[in-house]
């Protein structure tokens, strides 16, 4: 296929300065440690850590049950039938399957068979939701798949850079691209916004430059700078301006190939013999407006969910409820969506939110109350329309108070994870598939830890049943969980609710509910306050 000519260099220059890239500086790559390039590697571009979601990492959240339980990911036939005969149709991208480097890529997918499948089947509630977005912009079908690259399909993955979420942004580009960061929402890790804002990021940089799709894969991988410059140097040599033939870094250079191998094996898995997961070709999802914010576990209840499914479908909510100021949305499964529709149109507006009157006491600020209660001071302020910070003894407020989620309690686990203060030792039993990379990532750790505690090469085979040795860092948090106290909670006791119910809800131990409310026994009634104290001091992210 012939390779569109990007622009010239004054052109190039001046676009270079314009936009971020998805997961680096202005001119800068991914920053990230590079994945190695070897035959057992792992074919995610970046190293990823697993968030925190309150659990250990070598047990991974239950998978949402809008999907199919993982079974057999043998190679799906390559009919319409699935969502695949579709995708393929509305394929863009330059066939370069040849390429010794997207050759590469295929012959370790062939290695790992069940790898893909295995993603695809924990991707299989957003695909179709995202193929939508695809094609209602009329983008190649491909990019449904770069997220197989970037993130494995995991919201809740961090690069060593900061970039989060499955499309991979880092901080200042997502907000570049009008993803909220606060300390209640990160839409980075939301599916819907962040998907929004890849494509939009897409199609600028292809349209950059001058609509050749692999040069803007390039550069959402490694910034516009970097490939614009890459273009200037050849021009200015006279050789060929295409993406096989610039100096990129090493990391670009394989990033576009592992795309292009993972459309190669979706046009003919059976020729590859590479399992891919069978997605019907029918929605799953719809985006349900709120109308305002609402505790997650109202959502849940409302929409006939558990909790977790809930969280696992909308990532971006760091906190018990949805952020005061936006977005009111969640994503939920299209069978679900009537009913909570007349759920929530039926719910009191004071039942959306659970709230406490608290009576201001001497020497009380609205910063003291609002970490007491952990909230905000601009959510007290605005439920209690307040104009400044000034509140007087004796008065009273209203403040928002929830169970907060076990995402809630994640969030503020992440951070004390990057000063973890001491390691526990895990022993993993290797599995079928199983590679030291994939392990890394799954545990958190680098490459070269897992080599050096195993005493193996970087590059070492591994076997079905031979069992590894992983220390794995624990918090400060998770070091002192029911001896430190954190923030105070007051939570107002719910019908059928008991300490027992209570402790798990909120990770901390019976004896300590007791202590902190001078609890003789184990009796409690439904209205009953209780302060928990549940979280280190919470941190705008």
């Given at each position: 296929?012939?390779?569109?000519?990007?622009?010239?260099?004054g052109?190039?220059?001046?676009?270079?300065?314009?936009?971020?890239?998805?997961?680096?500086?202005?001119?800068?790559g991914?920053?990230?440690q590079?994945?190695?390039?070897?035959?057992?590697?792992?074919?995610?571009?970046?190293s990823?850590?697993?968030?925190?979601?309150?659990?250990?990492?070598?047990?991974?959240?239950?998978?949402?049950?809008?999907?199919k339980?993982?079974?057999?990911?043998s190679p799906?036939?390559?009919?319409?039938?699935?969502?695949?005969?579709?995708?393929?149709?509305?394929?863009?991208?330059?066939?370069?399957?040849?390429?010794?480097?997207?050759?590469?890529?295929?012959q370790?997918?062939q290695?790992?068979?069940?790898?893909?499948?295995?993603?695809?089947?924990?991707?299989?509630?957003?695909?179709?939701?995202?193929?939508?977005?695809?094609?209602?912009?009329d983008?190649?079908?491909?990019?449904?798949?770069?997220?197989?690259?970037?993130?494995?399909?995991?919201?809740?993955?961090?690069?060593?850079?900061?970039?989060?979420g499955?499309?991979?942004?880092?901080?200042?580009?997502?907000?570049?691209?009008?993803?909220?960061?606060?300390?209640w929402?990160?839409?980075?890790?939301?599916?819907h916004?962040?998907?929004?804002?890849?494509?939009?990021?897409?199609?600028?940089?292809?349209?950059?430059?001058?609509?050749?799709?692999?040069?803007?894969?390039?550069?959402?991988?490694?910034?516009?700078?970097?490939?614009s410059?890459?273009?200037?140097?050849?021009?200015?040599?006279?050789?060929?301006?295409?993406?096989?033939?610039?100096?990129?870094?090493?990391?670009?250079?394989h990033?576009?190939?592992?795309?292009?191998?993972?459309?190669?094996?979706?046009?003919?898995?059976?020729?590859?013999?590479?399992?891919?997961?069978?997605?019907?070709?029918?929605?799953?999802?719809?985006?349900v407006?709120?109308?305002?914010?609402?505790?997650?576990?109202?959502?849940?209840?409302?929409?006939?969910?558990?909790?977790?499914?809930?969280?696992?479908?909308?990532?971006?909510?760091?906190?018990?409820?949805t952020?005061?100021?936006?977005?009111?949305?969640?994503?939920?499964?299209?069978d679900?969506?009537?009913?909570?529709?007349?759920?929530?149109?039926?719910?009191?507006?004071?039942?959306?939110?659970?709230?406490l009157?608290?009576?201001?006491?001497?020497?009380e600020?609205?910063?003291?109350?609002?970490?007491?209660?952990?909230?905000?001071?601009?959510?007290l302020?605005?439920?209690?329309?307040?104009?400044?910070?000034?509140?007087?003894?004796?008065?009273?407020?209203?403040?928002?108070?929830?169970?907060?989620?076990?995402?809630?309690?994640?969030?503020?686990?992440?951070d004390?994870?990057?000063?973890?203060?001491?390691?526990r030792?895990?022993?993993?039993?290797?599995q079928?598939?199983?590679?030291?990379?994939?392990?890394?990532?799954t545990?958190?750790?680098t490459?070269?830890?897992?080599?050096?505690?195993?005493?193996?090469?970087s590059?070492?085979?591994?076997?079905?049943?031979?069992?590894?040795?992983?220390?794995?860092?624990?918090?400060?948090?998770?070091?002192?969980a029911?001896?430190?106290?954190?923030?105070?909670?007051?939570?107002?006791?719910?019908?059928?609710?008991?300490?027992?119910?209570i402790?798990?809800?909120?990770g901390?131990?019976?004896?300590?509910?007791q202590?902190?409310?001078?609890?003789?026994?184990?009796?409690i009634?439904?209205g009953?306050q209780?302060?928990l104290?549940?979280?280190?001091?919470?941190?705008?992210?």
């Amino acid at each position: 296929m012939k390779k569109n000519k990007p622009k010239g260099l004054g052109g190039v220059l001046l676009g270079a300065t314009l936009l971020l890239s998805a997961c680096a500086s202005l001119d800068g790559g991914h920053a990230v440690q590079e994945a190695p390039l070897l035959a057992g590697a792992d074919p995610v571009a970046k190293s990823t850590r697993l968030a925190s979601q309150g659990e250990t990492a070598a047990k991974p959240r239950p998978r949402i049950n809008v999907a199919k339980p993982l079974a057999d990911t043998s190679p799906s036939p390559t009919t319409d039938e699935t969502i695949w005969g579709r995708v393929r149709e509305g394929f863009g991208l330059p066939d370069e399957r040849d390429h010794e480097r997207v050759q590469h890529y295929i012959q370790w997918h062939q290695a790992n068979s069940d790898y893909l499948g295995q993603v695809l089947a924990r991707a299989e509630p957003y695909l179709h939701y995202i193929l939508e977005e695809i094609e209602a912009r009329d983008l190649p079908a491909e990019l449904l798949l770069l997220p197989v690259v970037e993130s494995a399909y995991r919201a809740d993955v961090y690069s060593s850079g900061q970039a989060a979420g499955i499309w991979q942004f880092i901080p200042s580009t997502g907000r570049h691209f009008g993803l909220h960061q606060n300390w209640w929402y990160d839409g980075r890790k939301d599916i819907h916004t962040s998907t929004h804002a890849a494509l939009d990021y897409l199609t600028q940089l292809n349209e950059r430059f001058d609509g050749d799709w692999l040069l803007a894969l390039a550069a959402y991988n490694a910034g516009q700078g970097t490939v614009s410059r890459a273009i200037a140097r050849n021009e200015s040599l006279g050789q060929p301006t295409d993406y096989w033939n610039l100096d990129l870094p090493r990391e670009t250079q394989h990033y576009v190939p592992r795309l292009l191998a993972l459309q190669a094996i979706v046009a003919d898995p059976e020729h590859y013999q590479v399992g891919l997961w069978p997605v019907a070709d029918e929605p799953r999802l719809a985006l349900v407006d709120l109308g305002g914010q609402l505790e997650l576990s109202v959502a849940a209840e409302l929409a006939d969910l558990s909790l977790d499914e809930i969280m696992q479908l909308n990532p971006a909510f760091h906190r018990w409820a949805t952020d005061p100021d936006g977005p009111h949305h969640l994503l939920l499964p299209l069978d679900r969506v009537e009913s909570f529709q007349i759920a929530l149109a039926a719910l009191p507006r004071e039942q959306r939110v659970s709230w406490l009157r608290h009576q201001v006491r001497p020497g009380e600020t609205l910063g003291h109350i609002a970490t007491r209660y952990n909230t905000s001071v601009a959510l007290l302020q605005r439920t209690n329309e307040l104009k400044s910070h000034l509140i007087r003894v004796g008065d009273h407020l209203l403040i928002p108070t929830a169970e907060p989620s076990t995402q809630e309690v994640a969030a503020g686990r992440q951070d004390e994870n990057r000063q973890a203060s001491r390691s526990r030792t895990l022993h993993h039993r290797v599995q079928p598939g199983d590679t030291l990379w994939g392990l890394a990532r799954t545990y958190g750790v680098t490459l070269q830890e897992l080599a050096a505690w195993n005493r193996i090469s970087s590059d070492a085979t591994l076997r079905p049943g031979q069992t590894l040795l992983i220390r794995q860092a624990e918090t400060a948090m998770a070091a002192a969980a029911g001896s430190t106290r954190g923030n105070v909670l007051t939570y107002a006791v719910r019908p059928g609710d008991s300490l027992s119910s209570i402790s798990r809800r909120f990770g901390v131990r019976i004896s300590d509910i007791q202590d902190w409310n001078q609890l003789d026994g184990h009796l409690i009634r439904p209205g009953q306050q209780l302060n928990l104290y549940v979280d280190a001091n919470p941190r705008e992210s």
